[in-house]
């Protein structure tokens, strides 16, 4: 059963710091593409971030990059995103998902259960 599991979202102020985690099982996670997803209250899906399966590639949202770092730990089955300078507009409901492209939102059906992440003073 595949499963993907985030934590680490909360309540920060702007200009902070997060990092998110998505434990994977089920499947042979190195062997995949791997991607965030966010989605704010009121609004569609929005892609942020993918990295291939052996981690030497990253692609990112215009309004990620720069601030954001995707990167993954094939031993342990994880994916991380690690978010600074954030802003209120990256409040959202951040999905780990399986599969993925630059700019290409997963299919719902592989996205996690989501963590919440706000940016507000």
């Known amino acids: 059963q595949v499963q993907l599991v985030e934590s680490g979202g909360g309540l920060v102020q702007p200009g902070g710091s997060l990092r998110l985690s998505c434990a994977a099982s089920?499947?042979?996670?190195?062997?995949?593409?791997m991607s965030w997803v966010r989605q704010a209250p009121g609004k569609g899906p929005e892609w942020v971030s993918t990295?291939?399966?052996?981690?030497?590639?990253?692609y990112y949202a215009d309004s990620v990059k720069g601030r954001f770092t995707i990167s993954r730990d094939n031993a342990k089955n994880t994916l991380y995103l690690q978010m600074n300078s954030l802003k209120p507009e990256d409040t959202a409901l951040y999905y780990c998902?399986?599969?993925?492209?630059?700019?290409?939102?997963?299919?719902?059906?592989?996205w996690g259960q989501g963590t919440q992440v706000t940016v507000s003073s």
């Open positions: 089920g499947f042979t996670f190195s062997t995949y593409m």
């Open positions: 990295i291939n399966p052996g981690g030497g590639s990253t």
């Open positions: 998902a399986r599969y993925g492209a630059r700019g290409v939102i997963p299919h719902r059906g592989y």
